[in-house]
């Protein structure tokens, strides 16, 4: 039987919700608290009721995160309907209803951006983290352009840290798993004076990998080792002003997803060791191993500080100011020709330095609600496409660094006015101006070198730099049925800055997506449900492909045009206070309308075995990373075993064919992932001891497969994994 059909018989059947997170407006966001109608959400950059928030949003709370075994932002993917990471290694970029960066560069920003106590991370390579203090995360589905601005065509990722509470409270936890996988964690926060608070949160974590090499033995060439500290500081007065202090200091060595290996058995690197006179290569293609000649790397280091300012000026009107910087480097290298031989590998060095500041105004008059807002953003990026590229063992000639600047200002307002008994109309507009700056640096002398004498590239007319203006307004209808049910109707509009791309640049057009969506929410005690219905209409669609003439390269382009429309239905149930079950479906359709210039991948006709790229009509194929189908369903249940609670949870997530990249003709196959976990947590709660396992049916599924001048290339999801933890509260 399809997947399809399984997933759309049990929403049939049971119509449940999928957010299980609850607060009420004392608690934080995503808390529990037994009441579906209780979720307290900050979608419209106020504290609302999920259920009246006329957005599709998932909410996920600290102790959802603990049974659905939510360790990163990653791990999202597995539990919200739509959210896709399935990135391009070193780079992981979520997607959301096919909304998504479809660059490869580290320069690039996504397209779904994510913010932690709404200070925003820009850099894709930095991402990876565990963070022990998180209380909370929010999936904004939909274009976001008013409300979160520039990169938010896809939608939002809220992420929610504990404050410094006026008591002494802690987590602690460490885990063991399958491949020599250890994580320790914890978070500390206590009062220090009646008006200062302070909180530490602690990760660490070191894994071997789950990936064999062929040719060195090594079973942890595909390692992960990771580091993260976070201290807090709360400043209080009796006048509702708060100062919220935070530094964070992280380094992530993960090369778990550069496991490169191909399925297919690569016959261009065959081919091309032939022609040069070179041993056979060893080529690994079978899932979780590797045949590289040297270990990868994929290193971030990245220190940021943050300043968030909230004044309670009286009861209807607060001031909050969010101000931050940070700075990060990356380095990346990969064996590119996937052998024992001393071919080429490919890499770059990324550094990032970024500072903004956003000022918003929450107030309330009469029937009106609203939200104003002021926003600077400055970031330098130095990429160094072309400067770790070696061939037969020695460096190759360039190493040129692309500069990038960009320097953003915007202001928004949005207002929502009950106009009638239970109708609230809401408009809003965010008006955005930004620059950004390209130059080449060349890696020896510092100097800049002006696009027009960029060498071996005679013709090439681009300015240094260049303006962007936007205007990104939404327009909402709501109607609340009685006090657990909405339906609404919403436009919005999302923006993607243009950018410069590659070390040959190329200038890439800005993004515009408009979408139109439709509503339905109902939560009460133990029921809750969410359907919507949306269209989009996606211009600009920024693509980057291989460049089979040089795998060092890649080559960007805009898709004029694209639309998609889908439905999602997702629901909670809770059968008795013992058992809760949760489900979603999605169904999207999203293809390439007009895309007169899509790469595409054929034999070569130079050397038997190798691919190169032709220029072909992408019109009417579908977009990447937009299976036509997808689901999850999880469910637990709680034994009173009189010492404390043990509990049985299971999850499953799901989805049909789907493409990583845009390069045509290699698509990733239908899946299903189970997981599971059985937990006993203490009567006074305190201590908690799990057993999980992910991947249960050890289903080997290319999390990445595409195209190259020797063949294709594959990374794949990790295998079946068990593991168990320990933690302890108070």
Known sequence: MKISTLLCGAMLTMLPNFAMAQADPAQSEGQKTGDFGDIIV????????????????????????QVKQINSVFDLGKSVTSLRF????????????????????????????????????????GMNFDLPGVNGMQVLKGPQGTLFGRNSTGGAILITTSEPSGTLTGRFKIGYAKYEDLRVQGYLSGPITDNIRAGLSVSYRKSDGYTKNIVTGADDDARAK?????????????????????????????????GLNNPDGFEGMTALAALFGLEKPIIATKP???????????????????????????????????????????????????????????GNDVFYRTFSDEMTLNGKIGKLDYVAGLYYYWGKVWDADNGRAVFFGQPSTGGNFQHI?????????????EVAPNLFLTAGGRYSTERKGYSLVNSVTGLAIPIEDIPDIPDLNLPDHKRWNSFTPRAVVRYQIDAGSNVYASYSRGYKTGTYSGAAPVLIDPEHLDAYEVGFKHSSHRFSITSAAFYYDYRNVQVTAVDANNPARTNSVNADEARSFGAELEGSFRPTPE??????????????????????????????????????????????????????????????????????????????????VANLGFP??????????????TADTHWRGELFVTNLTNHDRPQQYQGGPLGTYAIWAPPRVFGGSLSYNF
């Open 579 to 660: 058992w809760s079950i949760s489900m979603g479906v999605a169904y999207l359709n999203a293809k390439f309308v007009r895309f007169a210039d899509a790469p595409k991948f054929v034999p070569s006709p130079d050397l038997p075995g190798t691919w190169t790229t032709v220029n072909v009509s992408a019109d009417g194929t579908r977009m990447p990373r937009s299976p036509k189908w997808s689901g999850n369903f999880a469910t637990s249940y709680d034994i009173d075993v009189g010492s404390g609670i043990v509990q049985l949870s299971a999850n499953v997530n799901a989805a049909t064919k789907n493409y990583n």
């Open 226 to 258: 990771m580091f993260n500290i976070r201290p807090d500081i709360l400043l209080t007065n009796n006048e509702g002003l708060s100062v919220r202090l935070i530094y964070e200091h992280s380094y992530a060595f993960d090369t778990t997803a550069l």
């Open 288 to 346: 979780w191993q590797t045949s590289a000649n040297s270990e990868p790397i994929n290193r971030n280091v990245g220190d940021s500080g943050a300043a968030i300012l909230n004044w309670e000026m009286s009861d209807e009107l607060t001031l909050k100011n969010v101000t931050s910087y940070r700075a990060d480097k990356n380095r990346f290298l990969a064996d590119a020709d996937l052998s024992q031989l001393s071919f080429f590998d490919v």
């Open 42 to 65: 900050t979608a419209q950059r106020r504290a609302e009721r999920l259920v009246d928030v006329p957005v599709s949003v998932n909410a996920i709370s600290a102790e959802e995160m």
């Open 86 to 125: 399935e990135g391009q290694a070193p780079t992981f970029m979520p997607t959301l209803r096919g909304v998504g960066t479809l660059l490869l560069s580290g320069s690039l920003d996504a397209s779904v951006p994510v913010y932690v106590d709404g200070v925003y991370l820009p850099n894709t390579r």
């Open 668 to 681: 990733v196959g239908t899946y299903a992932e189970v997981g599971a976990n059985i937990s006993y947590t």
């Open 405 to 417: 600047k960009a320097e953003t200002a915007a202001a928004f307002l949005d207002m929502t006015y």
